[in-house]
């Protein structure tokens, strides 16, 4: 079966999708990105490999992107701590990892190679790392392949299965088996995913499955505890404002208005619009938008910002600052529910916001335990929306239980790094 689904990826399946990147590159600046980016890959580590001490032993990393990555921040920095001599490749697949993330600990960041299995096989053959490491998701069959092939270790941690995955559907089943079953250890988020792989591979495999929780969580906290010198002041202290977070399109169908109806209905109530991706077009939309429902929006491009002014609506023009920016307010509404799924709800949770975001949450173990928790609500229209304001709003009571409940599950889950990381080196 193997040998089957190996040609159906390499023959049919990864050319077609290889050539339709290339099409879509034509109209999309950001696949476009990618996709130059993925060429220059090879002679990118051959000159970072030309300076390395070919002795110190090599860490690849894998993230899709930038919000993938922050999973990996606080592993990677453990690992550092007790391998300093170590050394860090780190691939994206997205150009948000690329353009956004900066840590001194990574030693060589790289696209994802082009992921062809010939391609795969010589790349690693040169970089000869110890261990391949996975961020929750995006795992590639021939990267996979390859590395089981030249006796290369893979792990995937913080990894998560959604109830109704495809993962799990009878033929789509057969497939991802061959790419699992070929890890040497995957470190799950809950104990309902670790059935769900258990589930999904071979009954005679003898891979190491371990339940280790999300390393994320960890990474929130320490960004919490290094730039927020008043976080135990009370939230009702703050402003009465509105966090949205990245916005897309699809978000803006059905929170705007509730957002406006907000504003009408308490002058005390201001909001600080935040596009995901904040290109003069959706800003220029944006601002026009408020003016025509009676407000004059002030662009940020800082969040010290916020404090200079005595403003209604705030729209920011920049990325990079939007954890800060949840201290600023009290109630959040986290974008891509309506689109590929939730982008990162810790950030108000820990920032002490109760939590707003779209019906598609399902990837995201975080938001599942923020609404069971009482402090995280799925919206899938206008209307539920703007029934969760009004009452977070008006409800004092409700406000402080809701705000704890987010919180607390950071709380609850920290640790899992250092979880992780003796993970890493033990198997």
């Known amino acids: 079966m193997k040998i089957f689904w190996f040609l159906f990826y390499n023959v049919i399946l990864y050319p077609m999708l290889f050539v339709l990147g290339i099409i879509l590159a034509l109209f999309n600046k950001k696949i476009r990105t990618g996709i130059f980016g993925r060429f220059k890959t090879a002679s990118v580590l051959n000159e970072f490999l030309k300076k390395v001490d070919s002795s110190k032993p ?28 170590s050394i860090a490749v780190v691939s994206f697949f997205s150009p948000s990892g690329m353009v956004n993330v900066t840590d001194d600990r990574i030693d060589c960041a790289i696209y994802l190679p082009f992921d062809f299995y010939r391609t795969m096989k010589i790349i690693l053959a040169k970089v000869k790392p110890i261990k391949v490491i996975f961020a929750a998701y995006d795992t590639w069959p021939n990267f996979i392949w390859a590395a089981k092939k030249l006796n290369i270790n893979t792990t995937i941690f913080a990894a998560t ?23 040497s250890a995957i470190y799950t988020i809950s104990k309902s995913d670790y059935s769900r792989v258990k589930h999904l591979l071979s009954p005679d495999n003898n891979l190491k499955i371990r339940v ?77 938008q408020f003016q025509n429902a009676g407000f004059d929006p002030i662009l940020l491009s800082s969040e010290d910002d916020v404090r200079l002014n005595n403003g209604r609506v705030y729209i920011v023009t920049i990325v990079g600052i939007l954890s800060k920016l949840y201290w600023q ?21 820990i920032a002490r916001l109760p939590v707003l975001f779209g019906p598609r949450y399902s ?37 402080i239980n809701a705000s704890y409940a987010a919180t607390q599950v950071i709380h609850d889950n920290i640790g899992s790094s250092t979880r992780v990381v003796r993970g890493i080196i033990r198997d």
Not at 332 to 342: I, K, R
Request: proline share 5%.
């Open 58 to 85: 090599i860490y690849w990393f894998h993230a899709a992107s930038h919000g993938e990555y922050e999973q990996v921040r606080p592993v990677l920095k453990g690992l550092k701590e007790i391998e300093p001599e």
């Open 363 to 399: 990837r995201s173990h975080e938001a599942g335990e923020l609404i069971r928790s009482g402090g995280g609500y799925s919206v899938s229209n206008a209307s539920e929306a703007y029934e969760i304001l009004d009452k977070l709003l008006d409800d004092k009571n409700y406000f």
């Open 161 to 183: 299965f959604e109830y109704h995955t495809k993962k799990m559907y009878p033929i789509i089943r057969t497939f991802y088996k061959t790419v699992y079953d070929d890890f």
């Open 212 to 288: 280790l929780g999300n390393p994320r969580y960890d990474q929130v906290k320490s960004k919490a505890d290094r730039f927020t010198t008043n976080r135990t002041i009370s939230v009702l202290i703050r402003e009465k404002r509105i966090i949205a977070g990245s916005i897309w399109p699809e978000d803006e169908r059905n929170i705007f208005n509730p957002i406006v109806q907000m504003l009408n209905k308490d002058s005390e109530t201001s909001v600080i619009w935040v596009p995901h991706e904040p290109t003069e077009r959706f800003i220029k939309s944006s601002v026009k």
């Open 329 to 349: 307010g009290q109630i959040a509404y986290v974008g891509g529910g309506f689109t590929s799924g939730v982008h990162n709800v810790m950030e108000p949770a």
